[in-house]
Protein backbone atom coordinates (compact mmCIF):
# COMPACT_ATOMS: atom_id res chain seq x y z
CA UNK A 1 0.00 0.00 0.00
CA UNK A 2 1.45 3.43 -1.30
CA UNK A 3 1.26 6.92 0.74
CA UNK A 4 -1.66 7.96 -1.09
CA UNK A 5 -4.18 4.66 -0.27
CA UNK A 6 -3.47 5.31 3.37
CA UNK A 7 -4.13 8.60 3.65
CA UNK A 8 -7.01 8.07 1.80
CA UNK A 9 -8.31 4.70 4.11
CA UNK A 10 -7.34 7.11 6.75
CA UNK A 11 -9.25 10.37 5.53
CA UNK A 12 -12.45 7.70 4.69
CA UNK A 13 -12.54 6.61 8.03
CA UNK A 14 -12.41 9.90 9.57
CA UNK A 15 -14.96 11.15 7.23
CA UNK A 16 -17.05 7.94 8.29
CA UNK A 17 -16.83 7.84 11.99
CA UNK A 18 -17.45 12.49 11.92
CA UNK A 19 -20.55 11.64 9.98
CA UNK A 20 -22.13 8.87 12.06
CA UNK A 21 -21.57 11.23 14.96
CA UNK A 22 -23.58 13.85 13.06
CA UNK A 23 -26.64 11.76 13.61
CA UNK A 24 -25.79 10.24 16.86
CA UNK A 25 -24.67 13.32 19.05
CA UNK A 26 -26.54 14.14 21.76
CA UNK A 27 -25.12 18.15 21.84
CA UNK A 28 -26.48 20.03 18.51
CA UNK A 29 -23.18 21.83 18.75
CA UNK A 30 -20.89 19.38 18.55
CA UNK A 31 -22.90 17.67 15.66
CA UNK A 32 -22.19 20.60 13.65
CA UNK A 33 -18.66 21.00 14.73
CA UNK A 34 -18.55 16.94 13.42
CA UNK A 35 -20.25 17.86 10.39
CA UNK A 36 -17.53 20.65 10.22
CA UNK A 37 -14.77 17.50 10.30
CA UNK A 38 -16.79 15.48 7.73
CA UNK A 39 -16.03 18.57 5.72
CA UNK A 40 -12.21 18.59 5.62
CA UNK A 41 -11.99 14.90 5.07
CA UNK A 42 -14.01 15.08 1.74
CA UNK A 43 -12.34 18.30 1.07
CA UNK A 44 -9.03 16.41 1.67
CA UNK A 45 -10.49 13.14 -0.42
CA UNK A 46 -10.89 15.91 -3.56
CA UNK A 47 -7.44 16.89 -3.01
CA UNK A 48 -6.34 13.18 -3.35
CA UNK A 49 -8.72 13.54 -6.33
CA UNK A 50 -6.62 16.29 -7.89
CA UNK A 51 -10.41 18.23 -7.68
CA UNK A 52 -8.13 21.45 -5.80
CA UNK A 53 -11.24 23.65 -6.51
CA UNK A 54 -13.58 21.72 -5.33
CA UNK A 55 -11.70 21.06 -2.33
CA UNK A 56 -11.24 24.61 -1.69
CA UNK A 57 -14.50 26.00 -2.76
CA UNK A 58 -15.78 23.24 -0.14
CA UNK A 59 -13.82 24.67 2.63
CA UNK A 60 -14.13 28.56 1.95
CA UNK A 61 -18.16 27.91 1.03
CA UNK A 62 -19.56 25.39 3.62
CA UNK A 63 -17.06 25.10 6.08
CA UNK A 64 -16.25 29.11 6.43
CA UNK A 65 -19.85 30.49 6.15
CA UNK A 66 -22.87 27.78 6.13
CA UNK A 67 -21.17 25.85 9.04
CA UNK A 68 -20.47 28.64 10.61
CA UNK A 69 -23.54 30.27 10.32
CA UNK A 70 -25.32 27.00 11.43
CA UNK A 71 -22.96 27.39 14.53
CA UNK A 72 -23.82 30.64 15.62
CA UNK A 73 -27.95 29.74 15.25
CA UNK A 74 -27.63 26.57 16.85
CA UNK A 75 -25.53 28.28 19.62
CA UNK A 76 -27.36 31.10 20.36
CA UNK A 77 -30.96 29.33 19.72
CA UNK A 78 -32.07 27.82 23.69
CA UNK A 79 -33.13 24.10 22.00
CA UNK A 80 -34.35 21.46 23.96
CA UNK A 81 -33.01 18.26 22.81
CA UNK A 82 -35.35 16.02 24.94
CA UNK A 83 -38.25 17.20 22.77
CA UNK A 84 -36.22 16.43 19.16
CA UNK A 85 -35.58 12.82 20.33
CA UNK A 86 -38.67 11.79 21.51
CA UNK A 87 -39.44 10.40 18.21
CA UNK A 88 -36.31 9.05 16.98
CA UNK A 89 -37.06 5.39 18.24
CA UNK A 90 -40.29 5.41 16.54
CA UNK A 91 -38.37 6.40 12.88
CA UNK A 92 -35.33 4.62 13.66
CA UNK A 93 -36.80 1.33 11.55
CA UNK A 94 -37.16 2.99 8.95
CA UNK A 95 -34.11 5.06 8.92
CA UNK A 96 -32.26 1.59 9.36
CA UNK A 97 -33.58 0.20 6.25
CA UNK A 98 -32.93 3.30 4.22
CA UNK A 99 -29.47 3.51 5.19
CA UNK A 100 -28.65 -0.14 4.68
CA UNK A 101 -30.40 0.46 1.17
CA UNK A 102 -27.68 3.09 0.64
CA UNK A 103 -25.21 1.53 1.54
CA UNK A 104 -25.62 -1.39 -0.33
CA UNK A 105 -26.12 0.78 -3.21
CA UNK A 106 -22.65 2.67 -2.56
CA UNK A 107 -20.82 -0.52 -2.15
CA UNK A 108 -22.51 -2.55 -5.30
CA UNK A 109 -20.96 0.86 -7.74
CA UNK A 110 -17.79 0.88 -5.23
CA UNK A 111 -17.10 -2.55 -5.44
CA UNK A 112 -16.75 -2.90 -9.44
CA UNK A 113 -13.67 0.21 -9.42
CA UNK A 114 -11.92 -1.74 -6.41
CA UNK A 115 -11.92 -5.29 -8.70
CA UNK A 116 -10.31 -3.21 -11.49
CA UNK A 117 -5.95 -4.08 -10.84
CA UNK A 118 -4.67 -2.21 -13.60
CA UNK A 119 -5.22 1.51 -14.06
CA UNK A 120 -6.82 2.60 -16.81
CA UNK A 121 -5.10 4.07 -19.87
CA UNK A 122 -6.50 7.45 -19.58
CA UNK A 123 -6.33 7.57 -16.42
CA UNK A 124 -2.52 7.05 -16.24
CA UNK A 125 -2.31 9.78 -19.03
CA UNK A 126 -4.14 12.36 -17.22
CA UNK A 127 -2.18 11.71 -13.92
CA UNK A 128 1.32 12.34 -16.51
CA UNK A 129 -0.29 15.26 -17.57
CA UNK A 130 -1.67 16.81 -14.87
CA UNK A 131 1.53 19.02 -13.75
CA UNK A 132 1.20 20.71 -16.68
CA UNK A 133 -1.60 22.67 -16.32
CA UNK A 134 -4.11 23.65 -13.16
CA UNK A 135 -7.53 22.22 -13.42
CA UNK A 136 -8.80 25.28 -11.67
CA UNK A 137 -7.31 27.39 -14.07
CA UNK A 138 -9.04 25.43 -16.73
CA UNK A 139 -12.08 25.38 -14.86
CA UNK A 140 -12.12 29.11 -15.26
CA UNK A 141 -11.40 29.83 -18.25
CA UNK A 142 -14.62 27.50 -18.88
CA UNK A 143 -16.74 29.16 -17.18
CA UNK A 144 -15.88 33.05 -18.15
CA UNK A 145 -16.10 31.61 -22.08
CA UNK A 146 -18.84 29.48 -22.41
CA UNK A 147 -20.83 29.80 -19.79
CA UNK A 148 -20.33 32.99 -19.01
CA UNK A 149 -24.09 33.91 -19.58
CA UNK A 150 -25.32 30.99 -16.98
CA UNK A 151 -22.90 32.83 -14.66
CA UNK A 152 -23.74 36.32 -15.43
CA UNK A 153 -27.57 35.15 -14.74
CA UNK A 154 -26.77 33.57 -11.59
CA UNK A 155 -24.65 36.74 -10.58
CA UNK A 156 -27.53 38.67 -11.51
CA UNK A 157 -30.01 36.03 -9.69
CA UNK A 158 -27.69 36.09 -6.26
CA UNK A 159 -27.29 40.34 -6.25
CA UNK A 160 -31.24 40.29 -6.30
CA UNK A 161 -31.79 38.03 -3.26
CA UNK A 162 -29.52 40.01 -1.72
CA UNK A 163 -31.17 43.34 -2.42
CA UNK A 164 -34.47 42.03 -1.32
CA UNK A 165 -33.45 40.69 2.10
CA UNK A 166 -31.89 44.16 2.65
CA UNK A 167 -35.35 45.45 1.82
CA UNK A 168 -36.69 43.45 3.89
CA UNK A 169 -34.85 44.21 6.95
CA UNK A 170 -34.80 47.98 6.27
CA UNK A 171 -38.65 48.53 5.81
CA UNK A 172 -40.08 50.86 7.64
CA UNK A 173 -43.07 49.52 10.77
CA UNK A 174 -45.58 51.90 12.58
CA UNK A 175 -45.45 49.99 15.73
CA UNK A 176 -41.62 50.55 16.51
CA UNK A 177 -40.30 53.42 17.39
CA UNK A 178 -37.51 54.67 14.83
CA UNK A 179 -34.77 57.15 15.08
CA UNK A 180 -32.51 58.12 12.86
CA UNK A 181 -28.59 57.38 13.83
CA UNK A 182 -28.23 60.73 11.55
CA UNK A 183 -30.60 63.13 13.57
CA UNK A 184 -28.87 61.41 16.72
CA UNK A 185 -24.87 61.85 15.03
CA UNK A 186 -25.63 65.80 14.71
CA UNK A 187 -27.37 66.28 17.96
CA UNK A 188 -25.32 69.14 20.13
CA UNK A 189 -26.12 70.04 23.72
CA UNK A 190 -27.32 73.37 23.28
CA UNK A 191 -29.84 72.04 21.17
CA UNK A 192 -31.20 69.19 22.87
CA UNK A 193 -32.72 71.67 25.96
CA UNK A 194 -33.92 75.47 25.76
CA UNK A 195 -34.15 77.54 28.83
CA UNK A 196 -37.32 79.97 28.39
CA UNK A 197 -37.56 82.80 30.93
CA UNK A 198 -41.18 84.02 31.17
CA UNK A 199 -42.77 86.39 33.55
CA UNK A 200 -44.93 85.46 36.16
CA UNK A 201 -48.82 85.36 35.08
CA UNK A 202 -49.96 87.23 38.92
CA UNK A 203 -47.87 88.04 41.93
CA UNK A 204 -47.45 86.31 45.41
CA UNK A 205 -49.77 88.58 46.86
CA UNK A 206 -53.02 88.10 44.45
CA UNK A 207 -52.27 84.13 44.48
CA UNK A 208 -52.81 84.31 48.43
CA UNK A 209 -55.97 86.56 48.11
CA UNK A 210 -57.52 84.01 45.42
CA UNK A 211 -56.75 80.95 47.69
CA UNK A 212 -58.37 82.67 50.82
CA UNK A 213 -61.12 83.15 48.72
CA UNK A 214 -61.53 80.20 47.43
CA UNK A 215 -61.00 78.37 51.37
CA UNK A 216 -63.85 81.25 52.30
CA UNK A 217 -66.24 80.19 49.50
CA UNK A 218 -65.47 76.19 50.46
CA UNK A 219 -66.40 76.96 54.16
CA UNK A 220 -69.61 78.80 53.16
CA UNK A 221 -71.20 76.17 51.01
CA UNK A 222 -70.30 73.49 54.00
CA UNK A 223 -72.15 76.14 56.53
Do not use: C
Not at 21 to 39: D, E, G, H, Q, W
Not at 85 to 105: M, N, Q, Y
Not at 208 to 222: L, Y
Request: neutral net charge; proline residues 2%; without cysteine.
Amino acid sequence: MDVKSGLFYFFSIVLLFAAFRVITARNPVYAVLYLVLAFFQASALWILLQAEFLAIALVLVYVGAVMVLFLFVVMMLDINVDSLREGFWKHFPLAAAVGVLIALEMAAVLMGGFRISEEPKAVAALGQAAHQYSNTRELGKLLYTQYQYPLEIAAMILLVAIIAAIALTLRQRKDVKYVNPADQVRARSKDRLEVVKMEATQSFAAHETAQAAAAAAASEKQA
